[in-house]
């Protein structure tokens, strides 16, 4: 099992840039998927970014490739996520997850341990 804690949330004004991060504890980090989702309100859970375990392969949902870049660290136990160039419409609770599924996976039930969000606001 493992335990996540994101962080770095807060309010940016469009164009700015936030870095959140997720510290992992508990079983090996290493072992794990990770991903990064997000859920605005009264929309559905959606898939960010996600990343292999060695960080050498990353995926993107469309609405952020060329703007946000996932990455990790392994000796820290830390999952990162770079937001750049945000818009009001990035708004909402973004989450890390975890999952020991084989290969990198989009679905959020292919994931099995949830971090508690971290809100990220992004004004006109």
């Known amino acids: 099992q493992v335990q996540l804690v994101e962080s770095g949330g807060g309010l940016v004004q469009a164009g700015g840039s936030l870095r959140l991060s997720c510290v992992a504890s508990?079983?090996?980090?290493?072992?794990?998927?990770m991903g990064w989702f997000r859920q605005a309100p009264g929309k559905e859970r959606e898939f960010v970014a996600a990343?292999?375990?060695?960080?050498?392969?990353?995926y993107y949902a469309d609405s952020v490739k060329g703007r946000f870049t996932i990455s990790r660290d392994n000796a820290k136990n830390t999952l990162y996520l770079q937001m750049n160039s945000l818009k009001p419409e990035d708004t909402a609770v973004y989450y890390c997850?975890?999952?020991?599924?084989?290969?990198?996976?989009?679905?959020?039930?292919?994931?099995?341990?949830w971090g508690q969000g971290t809100q990220v606001t992004v004004s006109s």
């Open positions: 508990g079983r090996t980090f290493s072992t794990y998927i």
């Open positions: 997850a975890a999952t020991l599924h084989i290969t990198v996976v989009v679905r959020v039930e292919a994931y099995d341990y």
């Open positions: 990343i292999n375990w060695s960080g050498g392969s990353t």
